[in-house]
T-cell receptor, first 113, second 107 residues
Framework: DAGVIQSPRHEVTEMGQEVTLRCKPI?????LFWYRQTMMRGLELLIY????????DSGMPEDRFSAKMPNASFSTLKIQPSEPRDSAVYFC???????????FGSGTRLTVV | GQQVMQIPQYQHVQEGEDFTTYCNSS?????IQWYKQRPGGHPVFLIQLVKSGEVKKQKRLTFQFGEAKKNSSLHITATQTTDVGTYFC???????FGAGTRLTVKP
């Protein structure tokens, strides 16, 4: 298994631009999570899906952030418009069940200038 | 939601010394997971504890779950430079992680 695959690995964009982060979870995993990691706030849960349905999006910072999971093998996290304070590493993770460990992707390092 | 607190925030040890990080919750946890993140890397799942008072070992790492299921600890015996990284606990239920303990090891 290739693990959780995220793209791109690095993204540099200008303030105001739209950014789309992509994630392919491990086949057969029913849960998908989006996390954001910064030095100041640590690892924050943004949203998670179960069987492609968003369950908890209370961590999504504001309306500029949106996440979708159109099918079991693909999810996107979109920021529109992006701001410098969105600069962080964004991780996608998946798990087989609610009680199994998470497998994280390698992350997308986003820099908004 | 439940709050998971980790202490200490940082720990610097001499190679060969022991290291312990603690995870405390304000509410009872259904289970707890531990992860390790190497510098520049992503969190990697280490272990899950489910039962009250549970103790599990992985080579030099010992994990404990408190009797009340509100706290947990990770103990590393005789640290090595390969142990460098940030150790996170995550209390299942709300999928949120503690702030982590960053371990540095001086050779």
């Amino acid at each position: 298994d290739a693990g959780v695959i995220q793209s791109p690995r690095h993204e540099v964009t200008e303030m105001g631009q739209e950014v789309t982060l992509r994630c392919k979870p491990i086949s057969g995993h029913d849960y998908l999570f989006w996390y954001r990691q910064t030095m100041m706030r640590g690892l924050e849960l943004l949203i998670y899906f179960n069987n492609n349905v968003p369950i908890d999006d209370s961590g999504m910072p504001e309306d500029r952030f949106s996440a979708k999971m159109p099918n079991a093998s693909f999810s996107t996290l979109k920021i529109q418009p992006s701001e410098p304070r969105d600069s962080a590493v964004y991780f996608c993770a998946s798990s087989f069940s609610d009680f199994s460990g998470y497998t994280f992707g390698s992350g997308t390092r986003l820099t908004v200038v | 939601g439940q709050q998971v607190m980790q202490i200490p925030q940082y720990q610097h040890v001499q190679e060969g010394e022991d290291f312990t990080t603690y995870c405390n919750s304000s509410t009872t946890l259904s289970n707890i997971q531990w992860y390790k993140q190497r510098p520049g890397g992503h969190p990697v799942f280490l272990i899950q504890l489910v039962k009250s008072g549970e103790v599990k070992k992985q080579k030099r790492l010992t994990f404990q779950f408190g009797e009340a299921k509100k706290n947990s600890s990770l103990h590393i015996t005789a640290t090595q430079t390969t142990d460098v990284g940030t150790y996170f606990c995550a209390g299942k239920g709300d999928m949120r992680f503690g702030a982590g303990t960053r371990l540095t090891v001086k050779p």
